[in-house]
Protein backbone atom coordinates (compact mmCIF):
# COMPACT_ATOMS: atom_id res chain seq x y z
CA UNK A 1 0.00 0.00 0.00
CA UNK A 2 0.78 3.71 -0.15
CA UNK A 3 3.51 5.03 2.59
CA UNK A 4 4.53 8.78 2.89
CA UNK A 5 7.18 9.43 5.09
CA UNK A 6 8.82 12.80 6.16
CA UNK A 7 10.68 13.87 9.17
CA UNK A 8 9.25 14.85 12.17
CA UNK A 9 11.06 17.91 13.21
CA UNK A 10 12.39 21.77 11.16
CA UNK A 11 13.99 24.47 12.92
CA UNK A 12 13.72 27.58 10.87
CA UNK A 13 15.19 31.12 11.65
CA UNK A 14 12.43 33.83 10.88
CA UNK A 15 13.19 35.47 8.09
CA UNK A 16 14.96 32.56 6.31
CA UNK A 17 13.24 29.95 3.68
CA UNK A 18 12.07 26.65 5.13
CA UNK A 19 12.07 23.58 3.11
CA UNK A 20 10.17 20.70 4.46
CA UNK A 21 10.45 16.94 2.55
CA UNK A 22 8.91 13.98 1.56
CA UNK A 23 8.91 10.84 -0.15
CA UNK A 24 5.99 8.71 -1.51
CA UNK A 25 6.22 4.97 -2.64
CA UNK A 26 2.20 5.34 -4.51
CA UNK A 27 3.44 6.40 -8.26
CA UNK A 28 -0.11 6.46 -9.75
CA UNK A 29 -0.73 9.59 -7.20
CA UNK A 30 -2.25 11.94 -9.65
CA UNK A 31 -2.41 14.56 -6.99
CA UNK A 32 -0.29 15.37 -3.92
CA UNK A 33 -1.12 17.95 -1.36
CA UNK A 34 0.11 19.57 1.89
CA UNK A 35 -1.54 20.49 4.96
CA UNK A 36 -1.13 23.03 7.61
CA UNK A 37 -1.80 22.49 10.85
CA UNK A 38 -1.64 24.63 13.41
CA UNK A 39 -2.57 24.58 17.34
CA UNK A 40 -6.00 23.04 18.25
CA UNK A 41 -7.11 23.06 15.07
CA UNK A 42 -8.31 20.86 11.77
CA UNK A 43 -5.87 20.63 8.70
CA UNK A 44 -6.00 23.48 6.32
CA UNK A 45 -5.23 22.28 2.86
CA UNK A 46 -1.93 24.52 1.70
CA UNK A 47 -1.84 23.70 -1.66
CA UNK A 48 -1.58 20.75 -3.92
CA UNK A 49 0.11 19.82 -7.03
CA UNK A 50 -1.00 17.73 -10.24
CA UNK A 51 1.37 14.90 -10.78
CA UNK A 52 2.27 15.99 -14.07
CA UNK A 53 3.57 18.73 -12.84
CA UNK A 54 7.56 19.41 -11.42
CA UNK A 55 6.82 22.73 -9.88
CA UNK A 56 3.90 25.19 -8.53
CA UNK A 57 4.46 28.80 -7.15
CA UNK A 58 1.68 30.44 -4.67
CA UNK A 59 2.84 33.54 -3.13
CA UNK A 60 6.06 32.36 -0.55
CA UNK A 61 5.31 29.13 -1.12
CA UNK A 62 6.76 26.35 -3.97
CA UNK A 63 6.17 23.00 -4.05
CA UNK A 64 8.77 20.96 -6.31
CA UNK A 65 8.02 17.22 -7.32
CA UNK A 66 10.25 14.88 -8.43
CA UNK A 67 8.61 12.08 -9.56
CA UNK A 68 11.46 9.81 -10.52
CA UNK A 69 12.68 9.78 -6.94
CA UNK A 70 9.21 10.11 -5.86
CA UNK A 71 9.95 13.07 -3.55
CA UNK A 72 8.28 15.84 -3.01
CA UNK A 73 9.22 19.48 -1.30
CA UNK A 74 7.24 22.51 0.10
CA UNK A 75 9.92 25.80 -0.04
CA UNK A 76 8.63 28.53 2.31
CA UNK A 77 10.15 31.68 1.24
CA UNK A 78 10.63 34.63 4.09
CA UNK A 79 9.36 32.25 6.97
CA UNK A 80 7.35 34.13 9.65
CA UNK A 81 6.29 33.35 13.17
CA UNK A 82 2.36 32.30 11.58
CA UNK A 83 4.12 29.63 9.71
CA UNK A 84 4.64 27.60 13.25
CA UNK A 85 2.79 24.52 12.57
CA UNK A 86 2.61 21.29 11.38
CA UNK A 87 2.62 20.53 7.71
CA UNK A 88 0.93 16.91 5.88
CA UNK A 89 2.09 15.57 3.09
CA UNK A 90 -0.49 13.29 1.39
CA UNK A 91 -1.37 11.18 -1.65
CA UNK A 92 -3.57 9.02 -3.13
CA UNK A 93 -3.05 5.65 -1.78
CA UNK A 94 -4.88 2.43 -3.02
CA UNK A 95 -5.45 -0.26 -6.07
CA UNK A 96 -6.97 2.39 -8.36
CA UNK A 97 -10.37 2.11 -7.70
CA UNK A 98 -12.70 4.99 -7.28
CA UNK A 99 -12.24 4.04 -3.54
CA UNK A 100 -9.08 5.29 -3.38
CA UNK A 101 -8.06 7.53 -0.09
CA UNK A 102 -5.59 10.20 1.12
CA UNK A 103 -2.62 8.75 2.93
CA UNK A 104 -0.70 11.08 5.31
CA UNK A 105 2.10 11.68 6.42
CA UNK A 106 2.97 11.71 10.21
CA UNK A 107 3.23 15.69 9.68
CA UNK A 108 6.50 17.94 9.92
CA UNK A 109 6.71 20.41 13.20
CA UNK A 110 7.73 23.67 11.98
CA UNK A 111 9.88 25.10 14.62
CA UNK A 112 10.81 29.14 13.94
CA UNK A 113 13.78 30.66 15.90
CA UNK A 114 13.66 34.43 16.34
CA UNK B 1 -19.36 29.36 5.61
CA UNK B 2 -19.42 26.57 7.89
CA UNK B 3 -18.01 23.91 6.31
CA UNK B 4 -16.74 20.83 8.54
CA UNK B 5 -18.41 21.35 12.24
CA UNK B 6 -17.50 18.54 14.45
CA UNK B 7 -19.43 18.92 18.14
CA UNK B 8 -18.23 18.46 20.61
CA UNK B 9 -14.89 20.18 21.06
CA UNK B 10 -13.66 18.42 24.33
CA UNK B 11 -15.13 15.30 26.19
CA UNK B 12 -14.51 13.43 29.14
CA UNK B 13 -15.25 9.49 30.02
CA UNK B 14 -15.03 6.92 32.02
CA UNK B 15 -13.82 3.79 30.82
CA UNK B 16 -17.01 1.70 29.57
CA UNK B 17 -19.27 5.06 29.00
CA UNK B 18 -20.39 5.29 24.99
CA UNK B 19 -20.75 8.48 23.18
CA UNK B 20 -21.35 9.67 19.58
CA UNK B 21 -19.15 12.55 17.86
CA UNK B 22 -21.13 14.65 15.41
CA UNK B 23 -19.97 16.05 12.12
CA UNK B 24 -21.81 18.04 9.93
CA UNK B 25 -21.21 19.63 6.92
CA UNK B 26 -22.53 21.86 4.74
CA UNK B 27 -20.86 21.59 1.04
CA UNK B 28 -22.94 18.80 -0.19
CA UNK B 29 -20.20 16.63 -0.28
CA UNK B 30 -20.38 12.79 -1.14
CA UNK B 31 -17.19 11.55 0.98
CA UNK B 32 -17.18 11.86 4.41
CA UNK B 33 -14.02 10.67 6.54
CA UNK B 34 -13.24 9.98 10.50
CA UNK B 35 -9.51 9.94 11.79
CA UNK B 36 -7.73 10.03 15.35
CA UNK B 37 -4.38 11.95 15.75
CA UNK B 38 -2.19 10.41 18.08
CA UNK B 39 1.48 12.22 18.43
CA UNK B 40 3.80 10.43 16.92
CA UNK B 41 1.47 8.47 14.39
CA UNK B 42 0.06 11.05 12.40
CA UNK B 43 -3.74 10.69 10.86
CA UNK B 44 -5.36 7.32 11.09
CA UNK B 45 -8.23 6.42 9.35
CA UNK B 46 -11.02 4.87 11.12
CA UNK B 47 -14.24 4.65 9.35
CA UNK B 48 -15.48 6.78 6.29
CA UNK B 49 -18.54 6.74 3.58
CA UNK B 50 -18.72 7.24 0.10
CA UNK B 51 -22.53 8.40 -0.01
CA UNK B 52 -25.29 8.75 2.12
CA UNK B 53 -26.34 5.34 3.62
CA UNK B 54 -22.94 3.37 3.30
CA UNK B 55 -20.12 3.23 5.79
CA UNK B 56 -16.43 1.19 5.08
CA UNK B 57 -13.73 0.74 7.77
CA UNK B 58 -10.71 2.33 7.66
CA UNK B 59 -6.95 1.68 8.84
CA UNK B 60 -8.27 1.29 12.57
CA UNK B 61 -12.22 0.56 13.07
CA UNK B 62 -11.97 -2.02 16.21
CA UNK B 63 -13.74 0.03 18.61
CA UNK B 64 -16.29 2.26 16.78
CA UNK B 65 -19.24 2.25 15.11
CA UNK B 66 -20.47 4.85 12.47
CA UNK B 67 -23.63 5.43 10.56
CA UNK B 68 -24.67 8.38 7.28
CA UNK B 69 -28.10 8.75 7.64
CA UNK B 70 -28.28 11.96 5.79
CA UNK B 71 -25.43 13.11 3.46
CA UNK B 72 -24.54 15.71 5.52
CA UNK B 73 -23.93 14.27 8.94
CA UNK B 74 -21.15 11.48 9.50
CA UNK B 75 -21.51 10.28 13.22
CA UNK B 76 -18.89 8.21 15.15
CA UNK B 77 -19.97 6.20 17.90
CA UNK B 78 -18.04 4.30 20.45
CA UNK B 79 -20.07 1.85 22.44
CA UNK B 80 -17.40 1.20 25.20
CA UNK B 81 -15.28 3.57 25.81
CA UNK B 82 -11.72 2.20 26.69
CA UNK B 83 -8.15 4.57 27.68
CA UNK B 84 -6.76 3.58 24.06
CA UNK B 85 -9.19 5.59 22.63
CA UNK B 86 -7.97 8.53 24.06
CA UNK B 87 -7.41 10.88 21.27
CA UNK B 88 -8.07 13.96 18.88
CA UNK B 89 -10.67 13.20 16.34
CA UNK B 90 -11.10 14.85 13.45
CA UNK B 91 -13.68 14.83 10.44
CA UNK B 92 -13.37 15.38 7.32
CA UNK B 93 -15.51 15.52 3.73
CA UNK B 94 -14.70 16.05 -0.03
CA UNK B 95 -16.80 16.43 -3.27
CA UNK B 96 -15.81 12.60 -4.04
CA UNK B 97 -13.37 10.22 -3.37
CA UNK B 98 -9.29 10.00 -4.92
CA UNK B 99 -7.92 12.54 -5.26
CA UNK B 100 -10.05 15.64 -3.96
CA UNK B 101 -9.02 17.14 -1.28
CA UNK B 102 -10.48 17.21 2.00
CA UNK B 103 -11.61 19.47 4.14
CA UNK B 104 -11.44 19.33 7.69
CA UNK B 105 -13.38 20.06 10.92
CA UNK B 106 -11.54 21.46 14.16
CA UNK B 107 -11.62 18.17 15.99
CA UNK B 108 -12.71 16.51 18.93
CA UNK B 109 -10.30 16.27 22.12
CA UNK B 110 -11.66 12.74 23.84
CA UNK B 111 -10.04 11.73 27.03
CA UNK B 112 -11.25 8.30 28.70
CA UNK B 113 -9.94 7.85 32.27
Known amino acids: GEDVEQSLFLSVREGDSSVINCTYT??????LYWYKQEPGAGLQLLTYIFSNMDMKQDQRLTVLLNKKDKHLSLRIADTQTGDSAIYFC??????????????FGKGTRLHILP | NAGVTQTPKFRVLKTGQSMTLLCAQDMNHEYMYWYRQDPGMGLRLIHYSVGEGTTAKGEVPDGYNVSRLKKQNFLLGLESAAPSQTSVYFCASSPTGGNQPQHFGDGTRLSIL
Open chain 1, 90 to 103: AGRGGSGSGDDKII
Open chain 1, 26 to 31: DSSSTY
